[in-house]
């Protein structure tokens, strides 16, 4: 039996390392992370309850192999556990942040309990490290059929790997394993074969990071091996053999080059021109990060929760960012690992895991001291532990200039495990086994089975509702490629059903409730069926404010509501008010976005025009070439009854913008306004020279040329306006009245 439970403990562990950099489905919404979370979790919990249920029905005792980095780990987590109970959003901060999902609390949960199943349950020399290379190769054969287009004949994308979803991710990924591989053929393989293996798979791993051309993961193999290479020759490993070093040497040179030169021309034209993953700067990430950090005294020790960047992103980023080419971007990860632990765990998280890394090296650099004292060169390379140090040392450069995904961070406490594993003595007497008869004491034997049987419910429950999460995000999936309509809401609310706890649901929900009610507004009067549009009206308010509480530190959720309440205002009294509370709430989680000072301006326009002003002002300052807020700027002097003052702007914008159809026809309406007749038919000729099918501006025309008893001109502006909203009443009633 201690067998069986032994098998299924290493099944488990070695199908994570083979799968985990392999594993994607194109069912739920986003197909790498999502499943990759699924699996770990799946297989991690599988193996640790075999390893409990072994030590307690079969072993009748407890055995626990302590490490001198247990306490930290467990320290690091404890820390993480603390910022998730206290986030911002601790949904976000249990499961991830949605489509992104390798942020939340049970990801760093599951692996760390994979890193006790193998410092307690695996050997180094048990194939875990050539199980880890096979899925490394198929990888990087995936990416090149990928990148080459084979795999688009099946629907693929050019940017698609398994191992991260996008190029930049993948280069990264290449990065650590090429650090790793030059290691292992420094270190001189036992054989002819796995050294020609090693070879293959460092040049194949090569190219492919000459084509992505990514610049953090030339950093990362020429900081790595730079480092490396200093401290061989400072230590003299190699002696008399330092012609070893002409690998390092030579990738050294690669990294350099390839970082300072930009050389996509040299490369067949099917590796050119691939996708690039928008990432925010560095400047922005680490400026987000200490203003998240100096927000207040809990941000300060425990952060804004794991997984919540989102948040401190929305909050912190700085107005300059405003004039970036992705400043209506809400950017869910930090460009690096470290800004982002820093922002999201706070003081004691960065600290508590920079003291981890900081112990392991430690007891690194004192194990490969006292061996360098050796004679016996086999002794001092020791042929598993060095690579395995350059692969770590790899990863936590990584971290410094490339955000984590699961792929990344499956490595990085997988490579920490295994060098731990591979400690030799005098650091390998550090690590002891912790055994606890349960022969002795029957009573605790049996409060342990008690206590399994009840890890095996929660278990079962936990599964129970992972199907759920997982169906329901199968049809949020098939309804997002499908057109608005009945179809696609009823696909959400399913998905809603299932899952109630994710407010990208609700929120989507919300918007789906508000378009069909609008649909229903637009109808005729004679066609409207009030209390369905009443009942679209209640769901959407009602659906809106449930995603604000399931995600309270979301700003899309607070978008959303405010969206409903400015969409209905016409329909449901209050509605405004509301509108604008839910506004100001988004406000203070973003301050700097004009387009939420832009749209509270708007609301606040309809009462107040005076504070309306104030909203716009904020909004031209956060983005002075922010077109809808200068729009409504100069509107605002409309509604203040100062029609000279609002051409007056209009038309200095019509100048810097001449092709802008929104200002155009804005000007074209104010001219008509003044009675300027011949000056608005002008202008809104000009929006329809460019736009012909602009309802509004056609609407407009036709108003102008009834002024101006243009009878045909007239019949002939409204009838394009019908085509374009059939069944509008006010326009058949102007056409019959054109027409008698």
């Known amino acids: ?87 911002v959003d601790r949904g976000s901060s249990l499961f991830g942040f949605y489509g992104r999902f390798s942020d939340g609390l049970i990801g760093p949960i599951n692996l760390v309990v994979l890193y006790f199943l193998i410092t307690n349950n695996i050997g180094i020399k048990n194939g875990i490290l050539k199980t880890f290379l096979l899925s490394v190769g198929i990888v990087a054969l995936t990416s090149y059929l990928s990148i080459s287009g084979v795999l688009a004949r099946f629907n693929f994308e050019r940017s698609f790997n398994p191992a991260g979803g996008s190029m930049e991710a993948l280069a990264i990924f290449l990065a650590v394993i090429i650090v790793w591989l030059a290691g292992m053929i420094l270190f001189k393989p036992k054989d002819k074969l796995s050294s020609f293996v090693y070879y293959l798979l460092l040049i194949a791993s090569l190219f492919l990071l000459l084509v992505i051309d990514f610049a953090p993961a030339w950093i990362v193999l020429l900081i790595t091996l730079g480092l ?29 080059v390839f970082l300072m030169i930009n050389l996509p021309g040299i490369f067949p034209a099917q590796f050119r021109g691939l996708p690039k993953e928008p990432i925010l700067d560095q400047g922005t990430s680490w400026q987000i990060s200490l203003k998240a950090l100096t927000d207040d005294v809990k941000s300060g020790f425990l952060g804004s929760g794991m997984g919540t960047f ?11 960012f405003n004039q970036s080419p992705f400043w209506q971007m809400r950017f869910d990860r930090a460009n690096n690992h470290i800004s982002e632990i820093i922002a999201t765990l706070g003081f004691l998280g960065i600290i508590s895991y920079l003291i981890l890394i900081g112990f ?92 399994l049987i009840i890890i095996g419910l929660a278990m079962a429950g936990s599964y129970y509702f992972a199907q759920k999460i997982y169906q329901a995000d199968i049809l949020y999936a098939k309804s997002q490629k499908m057109a608005l309509g009945p179809g696609r809401t009823t696909l959400i609310e399913k998905a809603v059903s299932l899952n109630p706890n994710f407010a990208q649901y609700q929120a989507i929900l919300a918007r789906a409730y508000l378009e069909e009610a609008l649909k ?91 504070k309306a002003k104030t ?31 609002a051409v007056e702007k209009m038309l200095k914008l019509s100048l810097e913008y001449p092709f802008n159809s929104e200002i155009l026809f804005q000007l074209g309406r104010l001219y008509f306004n003044q009675k300027r007749i011949d000056d608005a038919i002008l202008q809104l000729e000009k929006v329809l020279s ?15 040329y009834k002024e101006k008893s243009q009878k045909e001109k007239a019949i002939s502006a409204f009838e394009k306006v ?8 006010d326009i058949i009633a102007k056409l019959e009245e054109l027409k008698k």
């Open 310 to 320: 989102f948040y401190d992103f929305a909050k912190q980023k700085p107005a300059e």
């Open 690 to 704: 460019f736009q012909p099918n602009h309802s509004n501006a056609l609407y407009s025309l036709g108003i102008a």
């Open 1 to 87: 039996m201690a067998n069986f439970f032994n098998k299924i403990i290493k099944i488990c562990i070695y199908l994570l390392v083979f799968l985990v950099p392999l594993w994607f489905l194109p069912f739920s919404y986003e197909t790498y992370e999502f499943n990759k979370q699924f699996l770990l979790a799946l297989l991690v919990s599988v193996a640790f309850f075999c390893w409990i249920a072994k030590m307690v029905l079969v072993d009748k005792e407890l055995k626990f192999k302590r490490t001198p980095l247990d306490i930290f780990v467990g320290v690091f987590l404890f820390v993480a556990i603390l910022s998730a109970v206290f986030s």
């Open 228 to 256: 490396f290479l200093g401290f061989a020759l400072w230590q003299k490993m190699f002696r008399e053999k330092d012609s070893r070093l002409t690998l390092p040497i030579i990738l050294i040179i690669i990294a350099g």
């Open 722 to 729: 019908l085509e374009l909203n059939p069944g509008n009443q």
């Open 520 to 610: 229903e507004m637009r109808k005729p009067t004679e066609a409207k069926d009030p209390l369905l549009l009443q009942q679209k009206v209640a769901k959407a308010i009602d659906t809106a404010k449930k995603a604000t509480e399931k995600g309270p530190g979301q700003i899309a959720t607070w978008e959303t509501l405010a969206m409903v309440y400015r969409d209905i205002g016409l329909f449901a009294t209050g509605a405004t008010e509301w509108g604008i509370k839910s506004f100001e709430k988004a406000i203070t989680l973003e301050p700097t976005n004009p387009v939420l000072h832009t749209e509270l301006g708007k609301l606040l326009a309809i009462n107040n025009p005076a």
């Open 615 to 645: 909203a716009f002002a904020k909004a031209i300052e956060l983005k002075p070439d922010y077109l809808p807020a200068l729009i409504q700027e100069a509107l605002i002097f409309e509604k203040e009854e100062n029609l000279e003052k």
């Open 360 to 451: 392991f090296l430690m007891i690194s650099y004192f194990l490969i001291e006292a061996l360098s004292k050796k004679s016996n060169e086999t002794n001092l390379t020791n042929k598993t532990h060095l690579p395995l140090l350059m692969a770590f040392l790899a990863l936590l450069v990584a971290q410094f200039v490339y955000y984590q995904n699961t792929a990344l961070a499956f490595t990085f406490w997988l490579i920490l495990a295994l060098s731990v594993v591979s400690w030799p003595k005098p650091a390998g007497r550090a690590i002891s086994e912790k055994i606890f008869s349960l022969k002795e004491s029957p009573e605790l034997g049996r409060l342990l089975t008690i206590f």
